[in-house]
């Protein structure tokens, strides 16, 4: 399965010492998995990217705020539900698909199976024992 381009919109809106602070970021969730095992705190990714010290007070005071999600994109979608965004199961079901993919062309080189998606039973052995030669 190819790897669709996975984004969201997240949103924080906060007030620190009388000054209201509105800040906007749109996630490419495909690049932060590829450089994070899992999603690091999305609130340390929006501090760093709008320029806030995540050792200061502002930093502090913007993590009591919820973030809200909204725009998603490819399979990003799947786990947006009444403006919530399930980031734990997204992260888990994108590795899911990563190892998958990776172990495609294994299973048709050695099996002759041409879509693991047809043996959903096999698929998900193959991705187990990935995992656990990564020690996942």
């Known amino acids: 399965m190819p790897m669709l381009k996975n ?30 095992v899992q999603l690091p705190a999305l609130y340390a990714i929006m501090a760093t990217e709008h320029g806030i010290d995540t050792y200061s007070y502002l930093y502090e005071v913007m993590q009591e705020s919820d973030i809200e999600f909204t725009d998603p994109q490819g399979y990003a979608m799947d786990y ?42 096999l698929k998900a052995a193959l991705v187990a024992a990935y995992n656990l030669g990564r020690g996942a």
């Open 7 to 36: 984004s969201i919109t997240a949103r924080i809106e906060f007030s620190f010492k009388g000054e209201n602070y509105v800040y906007s970021s749109v996630l490419n969730l495909d690049l932060l998995l590829k450089q994070y």
């Open 80 to 121: 947006m539900s009444h403006g919530e965004f399930d980031v734990q199961a997204f992260a888990k079901n994108w590795q899911y698909q990563k190892a998958a993919s990776l172990l495609q062309p294994i299973a048709n080189r050695e099996l002759g199976i041409a879509d693991l998606n047809e043996h959903p039973a």
